[in-house]
């Protein structure tokens, strides 16, 4: 089993749309949970993180966790041409600063 | 300010020759980690150092493989008797402790001939 599971996609959406993605972990201990994106030939950059149960909301982007499920989530609202990337879920593990990348789901927006 | 940088951008090497990446981090980040990413994959995990602690050496993929981070700043990792299978996009980031958000350099496209 590998330790931060994400499905490879890809995942197309209409433009104006919610895109949904997704994403499991091993590691019960885990604290830290963050998505990037990522555009094609360009590193990954920062979108969400997440620490606690539920919710966090920042602008048209929404991160879910569930700890008790090992899961975590990213909705993209109002889903735009721009949005379309890479998502790399990041998982960083118990008492240290090792984070663990899924191998990410490919996202396309159509116009 | 400034960001992550790496050196070189691109490295064109030939089979068994020996390769060193730099990477500069983000003034005062105390972490630093390297990742391998191949084409179409996600990110590999190598290496990481924090502060003064001993690196976490886990991810590395064999001995042909090490890193060092001098003074707590500037990091190379280097590659010996490189193979084909060591071509990919090496990045480097750094991240301080609170938060912990992980910034990217642009990464060193290897590709071993």
């Known amino acids: 089993q590998k330790e931060v599971e994400q499905n490879s996609g890809p995942l197309s959406v209409p433009e104006g749309a919610i895109a949904s993605l997704n994403c499991t972990y091993s590691d019960r201990g885990s604290q830290s949970f963050f998505w990037y994106r990522q555009y094609s030939g360009k590193s990954p950059e920062l979108i969400m993180s997440i620490y606690s149960n539920g919710d966090k909301e920042d602008g048209r982007f929404t991160a879910q966790l569930n700890k008790a499920s090992q899961y975590v989530s990213l909705l993209i609202r109002d889903s735009q041409p721009s949005d379309s990337a890479t998502y790399l879920c990041a998982v960083k593990s118990t008492g240290g600063f090792k984070t663990i990348f899924g191998a990410g789901t490919r996202l396309f927006v159509k116009a | 300010g400034a960001g992550v940088s790496q050196s070189p951008s691109n490295k064109v090497t030939e089979k068994g020759k020996d390769v060193e990446l730099r990477c500069d981090p983000i003034?005062?980040?105390?972490?630093l980690y390297w990742y391998r990413q191949s084409l179409g994959q996600g990110l590999e995990f190598l290496i990481y150092?924090?502060?003064?602690?001993?690196?976490?050496k886990s991810g590395l993929p064999s001995d042909r493989f090490s890193a060092e981070r001098t003074g707590g700043s500037v990091s190379t990792l280097t590659i010996q008797r490189t193979q084909q299978e060591d071509s990919a996009v090496y990045l480097c980031a750094s991240s301080s402790y609170d938060p912990d958000t992980q910034y990217f350099g642009p990464g060193t496209r290897l590709t071993v001939l």
């Open positions: 003034s005062g980040h105390t972490a």
């Open positions: 150092f924090q502060g003064n602690s001993a690196p976490d």
